[in-house]
C-alpha cells in the first residue's frame, strides 16, 4: 500500500479520499464482488485519470482510478473476480498504481482499507494466485452448469479470447519444437502435433 485514507499531503490537501496499492502498469483488476458497472470515467491528466465506478450488490460503490485500459461497459454486470481494467498511470499519478475509493450506500466515503488484502490478492496474476491458493479464478464452481455460465454467459468468452491471444507466442514456440521432434518420425504425425498444442492451449485458457 502506497497511499492511505485520509492522509494530506501534496497531492491530497484535503485528504486521500481512498487508498493506493502499488501495481505495475497493466496488471489485471477484478471486481471485489458481484456488481453492476454504474460509470466509465475518463478525467485525462486530472483526477483518477480513467476510472470505473462498480456498485457491488450490498449497495456500496467501488472506485477504481488510474487505469490504462478499461475491458468494461457502462451497465454491465460482473461477478466476483471478473477482470474489469489494466492498472495504469493516468490521471493526476506520479507512478502506476491502483487508486481504489469506497463510498457507502449513502454516496459518502468510508475507509476501504479493510479491503486492501483482497484488492491485493485480486490484483496478483493467475500465477501467484495459484501457487497462493491451488487455483487461478478466485471463484469456486461447485456445478458444471456454474462453471458452464461462468465461461459461455459470464463474460468467460471475452476473458478466454484474451488470455488465449496473450499465451499465442509461447503456443507458437512449442508447436514449432513439437514440429521438429515428430517430424523425425512422420510429417502427418507433426502436422497432428501442432494442432493438439494449440487445442490444448485452448483447454488451459478456459
Same mark, same amino acid.
Given at each position: 500500500?502506497?497511499?492511505?485514507?485520509?492522509?494530506?499531503? %501534496?497531492?491530497?490537501?484535503? /485528504?486521500? %479520499? /481512498? *487508498?493506493?496499492?502499488?501495481?505495475?502498469?497493466?496488471?489485471?483488476?477484478?471486481?471485489?464482488?458481484?456488481?453492476?458497472?454504474?460509470?466509465?470515467?475518463?478525467?485525462?491528466?486530472?483526477? *483518477?485519470?480513467?476510472?470505473?465506478?462498480?456498485?457491488?450488490?450490498?449497495?456500496?460503490?467501488? +472506485?477504481?482510478?488510474?487505469?490504462?485500459?478499461?475491458?468494461?461497459?457502462?451497465?454491465?454486470?460482473?461477478?466476483?473476480?471478473?477482470? +474489469?481494467?489494466?492498472?495504469?498511470?493516468?490521471? !493526476? @499519478?506520479? &507512478?502506476?498504481?491502483?487508486?481504489?475509493? $469506497?463510498?457507502?450506500?449513502?454516496?459518502?466515503?468510508?475507509?476501504?482499507?479493510? $479491503?486492501?488484502?483482497?484488492?491485493?490478492?485480486?490484483?496478483?496474476?493467475?500465477?501467484?494466485? !495459484?501457487?497462493?491458493? &491451488?487455483?487461478?479464478?478466485?471463484?469456486?464452481?461447485?456445478?458444471?452448469? =456454474?462453471?458452464?455460465?461462468?465461461?459461455? *454467459?459470464? =463474460? =468467460?468468452?471475452?476473458?478466454?479470447?484474451?488470455?488465449?491471444?496473450?499465451?499465442?507466442? *509461447?503456443?507458437?514456440?512449442?508447436?514449432?519444437?513439437? !514440429?521438429?521432434? $515428430?517430424?523425425?518420425? @512422420?510429417?502427418? $504425425?507433426?502436422?497432428? =502435433?501442432?494442432?493438439?498444442?494449440?487445442?490444448?492451449?485452448?483447454?488451459?485458457?478456459?
Amino acid at each position: 500500500m502506497t497511499g492511505r485514507y485520509g492522509e494530506v499531503d %501534496k497531492l491530497h490537501p484535503n /485528504g486521500h %479520499k /481512498g *487508498i493506493d496499492l502499488g501495481l505495475s502498469e497493466g496488471t489485471p483488476l477484478r471486481s471485489l464482488y458481484d456488481g453492476v458497472v454504474e460509470r466509465v470515467v475518463d478525467y485525462g491528466d486530472e483526477n *483518477i485519470g480513467k476510472g470505473i465506478i462498480v456498485r457491488f450488490a450490498d449497495g456500496r460503490e467501488g +472506485i477504481y482510478g488510474h487505469l490504462s485500459d478499461i475491458k468494461v461497459k457502462v451497465g454491465q454486470l460482473v461477478s466476483e473476480g471478473d477482470v +474489469i481494467g489494466l492498472s495504469g498511470n493516468t490521471g !493526476f @499519478s506520479t &507512478g502506476a498504481h491502483l487508486h481504489f475509493g $469506497l463510498k457507502d450506500g449513502n454516496g459518502s466515503f468510508v475507509d476501504p482499507t479493510p $479491503l486492501a488484502e483482497k484488492l491485493g490478492e485480486y490484483s496478483q496474476s493467475g500465477w501467484q494466485r !495459484f501457487l497462493e491458493n &491451488g487455483n487461478v479464478a478466485n471463484n469456486d464452481y461447485p456445478t458444471i452448469k =456454474g462453471w458452464l455460465y461462468e465461461k459461455v *454467459i459470464g =463474460g =468467460g468468452i471475452e476473458h478466454w479470447i484474451e488470455n488465449y491471444l496473450i499465451s499465442l507466442p *509461447i503456443l507458437v514456440g512449442v508447436s514449432i519444437g513439437v !514440429f521438429a521432434l $515428430l517430424n523425425m518420425v @512422420s510429417k502427418r $504425425l507433426a502436422n497432428l =502435433g501442432v494442432i493438439l498444442t494449440f487445442i490444448l492451449g485452448g483447454l488451459v485458457c478456459l
